[in-house]
């Protein structure tokens, strides 16, 4: 089974920024590609996704909470996904998880934030953000 493989996490202070990037253990060609978080205590929510399954462009989403501060990119050539993380915040503090999925662009929109719509997902990287 395909394993997803993330970097990039770390501390930091309010303010500051990170990327993550994953990279899968081997060739997958997902339709779309996903970052979860979950904090200690709490459920794994959807932060940033994007669906790159045709050929005239992307599409992505934001958790409300992440809008104008997130970015997620994908690197086609590379076929790695990335997020950028600006404006971090100490409640951005907690693991973060890739994942990919496979399947059309309908209906994904409604349901990019849960996590039953992915296949694939990785161990996780933390993120820390003190105030």
């Known amino acids: 089974q395909v394993q997803l493989v993330e970097s990039g996490g770390g501390s930091v202070q309010a303010g500051g920024s990170l990327t993550l990037s994953c990279a899968p253990s081997?060739?997958?060609?997902?339709?779309?590609w996903a970052w979860f978080r979950q904090a200690p205590g709490m459920e794994r929510e959807g932060v940033a996704a994007?669906?790159?399954?045709?050929?005239?462009?992307?599409?992505?989403y934001y958790a409300d909470s992440v809008k104008g501060r997130f970015t997620i990119t994908h690197d086609k050539a590379k076929n790695i996904p990335s997020l950028q993380m600006n404006s971090l915040k100490p409640e951005d503090t907690a693991m973060y998880y890739c994942?990919?999925?496979?399947?059309?662009?309908?209906?994904?929109?409604?349901?990019?934030?849960?996590?039953?719509?992915?296949?694939?997902w990785g161990q996780g990287t933390q993120v820390t953000v003190s105030s």
């Open positions: 081997t060739y997958i060609s997902p339709t779309y």
């Open positions: 994007i669906y790159t399954g045709e050929r005239r462009g992307y599409y992505v």
């Open positions: 994942a990919a999925g496979y399947g059309g662009r309908s209906g994904y929109g409604g349901r990019w934030y849960l996590p039953a719509a992915y296949t694939d």
